[in-house]
């Protein structure tokens, strides 16, 4: 059964559990079990059990109670501009302006409702988390086996686990079967299931350790615990009797959920500028309303004429257009990013995307296929390349450049025979495609073999099996034993190479075997060491053909006296369009990090093969993280564009310490231990094959192809996205500056208001908010990549422009004026018609400007009239609407309209069209000048 400890009675009253100072890997079995003060053949006691579920509390993970969907939808009405829209609503409704009042709180309902929707789907991660807990649990108490809600587990529980099991807390396994092994990519990021073993990991070398230096280690990271079973993992393979160590928010799945917790969702950078950008346009407009509202009353007007004209002013002032269109231009964006393989799951992440500056990716299935792929075999002093990549059997074996024909290299031939045999995996075709059942590595000897013709299947029929050997951390070898068509026996054996060659005696050499010389040894471990450093994952293969039936199939009886055959080497492949999506990133001033739970050396390699690993770069791993300071961090986080062995708590910190430096961070994840990391980034990039639940909804995008190509793809869309923002809003704003110009100067010059407030809202609304919506999907420029990334507390309208939209706006305030002065001192018409000749100039004017915005420097007729159909649709149907305010009898009566005549309408779009001849001119002086 293992190891046991003496049976005493337990003394709640002095057991005790300090989480901070206990390492359970570091305890031996019999310290676990006197530590926790348990049996390990009965386990505890029903009293015990009890006593201590009062005292620890369930076996849950706590959740942080959210925000109710009515305080969700309240806090849509705390911006700053969304209460002055309120306020203006309530001013009309006194002044008994009905439809400006319901308008200006459809917009601000419509607004509320769509924010509503989107961030009510956003807290949900704890009950993904949640999720990956195991329901029951097979534990023993008092002796007795039970199945047990797992919520009830308390520390000291001896539950028992099998392949398919959930594990149910954070345990110290005290027994297990030689091939007791844990799927951990949910915690680590390993893709492959982990051997356990039960020795405490002072008892033996870490990987790369020294036995006492890995005795003097304080902290061992998370993926080396292989005496550990995490809550949240899952069996892959045998079984085990584990105690448990940790329960609830002690597990490492509850300090994750902790994490999570702790931080708080930022505005995004657009969010942020665009609410102070709206204080400014409203602080603005008091201003004007104040100096207008004192001008006309000094003037000796009535009191309600003066607030109407005041009102009127406030109206054109504040873009009550603006929150709608940009929620509506990010949605439409969205939808195009959905064809790249990006899903957004909270609309403001995609302009964020546009200013990213770093993005922090895994490794295994991002950056790279998450496919091991044999790359080099050598067998016969000859090293042969393997060309192809993945699962599918298609490539060729190259000696110096050249194809082979495997019958004249027999020593190659026996090398796969072996890997093959000696393999558990199954290579199996679904559809059109091939996929591994079992693991990746044996399933990548499967295909390299199968490049040659050479299929399990087949071998199996000629050496049926007999027994096997599973593979042990300890011994790093495993065997197959099959029987020969003459009926003897020969026992495959595949393993790490220096420990596999420690048992050869023999060499087999052009289908012979000779003794194995201290010469061969040094030659296959000097080439071991070359395809080592090189990131390949080394395997050796032997065989040994058995005298006789043993009584008992004994690793140390089969596994000796064997014969070397080969070496196999194999890699988890970058993606091939990886490596110019990250070209992509370093022309456009993207830096990337990769973060891994893979070891360093095989980071690095990878780094290095997708360039942007160099020679002054560092690369570090969790424990040496650890001994850096935060300044020390810092300092040299520019340096370090790879980390490997990390935990979840340094995921966290290498974001923040990014973000401290002003950085806009992406990062990627899959796992549960991504999550943090991942909700903490300025962009959350979940992966949508491989991600957890949790991360998926702590992200603020989904990648649903896990490629790291389809990132960048969606950083190429987020600057377009915001690119379009830029165009709409200066779109609104100069046309706003023209309204406000209208109302300001006919007040300082004393003439009848020219526009009426429902006139001006339905400019802004209608008009104005048609051809926003279609520069929010103009075509992206195709240079964007090549800009660097802009910075976060870049304006969303910089000094050159802002000039420029007061010009473009004078401009379509000078063409309404002169239309209405002309209508009604020239012609000597009715102010009503003066106004609609004004109302449709201005509008006219403005959907002119529309094409103007599209480049601020390049001539419209240079990109294209018609390459963004959108705009034209937008402006024809705006066009439209003008036409059914001017001339439908029950509209006419709502907007005070008058009819024009052909001749107006000639001359209005003459007048109208100054604003776009204007703008053409000014493209010719400034283009060479960016705006």
Known sequence: MGYCARKRKPNPSRYHRDTNMTNWWHLDTQGTIKRLETDSSK???????????????????????GPSPLSIFLGQFQDFIVWVLIGAALVSGFLKEWVDAFAIIAIVILNAILGFIQEYRAEKSLAALKKLSSPTSKVIRDGQHNIIPSGELVPGDLIELEAGDNIPADSRLIWITSNFGVQEASLTGESTPVLKTILALSQRAMVGLPIAQAMEEKEIPLADRANMAYMGTSVSSGKARAVVAETGMQTELGKIAGMIQEIEQESTPLQKKLEQFGKWIVYLSFILVGLVFLLEWLRGGKLVDVFLTAVSLAVAAIPEGLPAVVTVALALGVQRMVKRHALIRKLPSVETLGCATVICSDKTGTLTKNEMTVQAVYAGDALFKVTGVGYEPKGEFLLDGKPIIIDDYPDLLKTLDAGVLCNGAQLVKDNSSFKIVGDPTEGAILTAAGKLGFWKEKLEQEFPFVEEIPFDSERKIMTIVRKTQDNRLIAFVKGAPDVLLNECVGIEE????????????????????????????????GYRILDKTPD????????????????????????????????????????????????????????????????????????????????????????????????????????????????????????????????????????????????????????????????????????????????????????????????????????????????????????????????????????????????????????????????????????????????????????????????????????????????????????????????????????????????????????????????????????????????????????????
């Not at 386990?43 to 109670?65: C, H, I, T």
């Not at 062995?645 to 992406?666: D, F, M, Q």
């Open 43 to 65: 386990g505890l006691s029903l009293q015990e059990a009890k006593l201590r579920l009062e005292k620890y509390g369930p076996n849950q993970l706590k959740e942080k109670k």
């Open 510 to 541: 052009k289908r012979q075997t000779r003794g194995l010389t201290s010469g061969d040894r040094n030659r296959i471990l000097q080439v071991n060491n070359d395809l080592a450093n090189e990131a390949l994952r080394v395997l050796a293969v």
């Open 552 to 931: 008992k199939y004994e690793a140390k009886e089969i596994e000796k006296g064997l014969t070397f055959v080969g070496l196999i080497a194999m890699i988890d492949p970058p993606r091939d369009e990886v490596k110019k999506a990250i070209a992509e990133c370093k022309q456009s001033g993207i830096k990337i990090v990769m973060i891994t739970g893979d070891h360093k050396n095989t980071a690095v390699a990878i780094a290095r093969s997708l360039e942007f690993f160099k020679e002054d770069s560092l690369a570090l791993t969790g424990e040496e993280l650890d001994k850096l300071s935060d300044d020390e961090l810092y300092n040299e986080i520019e340096r370090i564009p790879v980390y490997a062995r990390v935990s979840p708590a340094h995921k966290l910190r290498i974001v923040r310490a990014w973000r401290n430096r002003g950085e806009v961070v992406a990062m990627t994840g899959d796992g549960v231990n991504d999550a943090p990391a991942v909700k903490e980034a300025d962009i959350g990039v979940a992966m949508g094959i491989t991600g957890t639940d949790v991360t998926k909804e702590v992200s603020d995008m989904v990648v649903t192809d896990d490629n790291f190509a389809s990132i960048v793809a969606a950083v190429e869309e987020g600057r377009g996205i915001y690119d379009n923002i830029k165009k709409f809003v200066h779109f609104l704003l100069s046309c706003n500056a023209g309204e406000i110009m209208v109302m300001f100067v006919s007040s300082l010059i004393g003439w009848p208001v020219p526009l009426l407030p429902i006139h001006i809202l339905w400019v802004n609304l209608v008009t104005d908010g048609l051809p926003a919506l279609a520069l929010g999907v103009d075509p992206v420029d195709p240079k964007i990549m090549q800009r660097p990334p802009r910075k976060p507390d870049e304006a969303v309208i910089t000094k050159p422009r802002a000039f420029l939209m007061l010009g473009q706006g004078a401009v379509i305030a000078f063409c309404s004026l002169l239309a209405f002065s002309f209508v009604l001192f020239v012609e000597k018409r009715s102010i009503a018609h003066a106004r609609t000749a004004a109302l449709v100039v201005l509008a006219c004017a403005q959907l002119f400007h529309s094409f103007n915005c599209r480049n601020m420097t390049e001539s419209l007729f240079k990109i294209g009239i018609f390459t963004n159909k959108k705009l034209i649709l937008a402006t024809t149907v705006s066009f439209f609407l003008l036409m059914v305010v001017v001339y439908v009898p029950f509209m006419q009566k709502v907007f005070k309209t008058d009819a024009l005549c052909l001749y107006h309408w000639f001359l209005a779009l003459v007048i109208s069209s100054f604003p776009l001849w204007a703008m053409e001119v000014v493209k010719i002086i400034n283009r060479k000048t960016k705006i």
